[in-house]
C-alpha cells in the first residue's frame, strides 16, 4: 500500500475493526487489489454489482426470488462520506496531540500520532490542512465516478469534508446538523460534538452513580 502523507487508508483500516455494515464494506475495500484506497473503494463498487448481477441471473436460472444482499454498491456512497469523516477525526486527534507534548520530560507524543493517522512529519495545522484538502479532492473524484454509475438515484448527496445527520424524532426522517467544506470549520464542529459527547458521558456516569442499587445482585 501506498506510504504517501493521506488520512484515507488508516481511516479505512480502523473503520474495519468492527462489525457495522461500514466495518464490513471496509475489510472488502482493504482487501482489494490496488495501492490506493481510493482504488479499492472503486473495485469494491465494482466487486458488489458484479455479484448482485450475478445473484439476479443465479435467481432466474433457478425460478426462485433473489437473494437480499446486505452489502450493496450503493452503500459506498455514505461510506465515502463516512470515511471522510473518519479523516476528519483522526486530523483532529493529531491537532489536539500537539497539547499533550510533555515538555518537563522532554516527550512530544504528536509526532508518533501524525505518523500513525497520516503518515505525518509533524502536527502542524498547516500540514495536516493541506494534508486533508489533498484527500477531499481524492475522494471528491471519486465520490463523482460513483454518482455517476449510480445516476439512477434521486437526489444524491455530495460529498463534504464533514457531514453528520441526526434522525428527527418527530418526523423520523434524517436531518443534516453539519454540512462543512472548510477544516477551521470542521476542526471548530468537532471541537463542539467531542465536548457534547463528553458531557452527555459524564451525566451518564453521574446518574449511575446516583441510583444504582450497589450490591443488590448480591444480596
Known sequence: MSIDQSFIDNAITEMSEGTSRDAQIAKIVQEANAPQA????????VQLSNERRQNRIDAVAAGTPQIEMDLKPEHLLS???????????????IVNSSLD????????FSQPIA?????LESSSMKLVETTLDDDFRTMTELHSWLCGKMNYIQNLDPLFLFA?????????????????????????????????????????VAEYAANHEFGAAAA
Do not use: P, S
Open 115 to 119: 505518523e500513525q493517522k497520516a503518515n
Open 79 to 93: 461510506f465515502v462520506q463516512k470515511v471522510m469523516n473518519k479523516c476528519c477525526w483522526n486530523a483532529r486527534r
Open 101 to 108: 507534548e510533555d515538555f518537563a520530560n522532554g516527550l512530544d
Open 38 to 45: 481510493a482504488n479499492r473503494i472503486a473495485l469494491t463498487y
Open 164 to 204: 453528520q445527520k441526526e434522525k428527527d424524532e418527530e418526523t423520523e426522517e434524517w436531518v443534516a446538523t453539519h454540512e462543512l467544506l472548510e477544516w477551521r470549520e470542521v476542526f471548530n464542529a468537532l471541537e463542539e460534538i467531542a465536548l457534547t459527547l463528553a458531557e452527555n458521558n459524564d451525566k451518564e
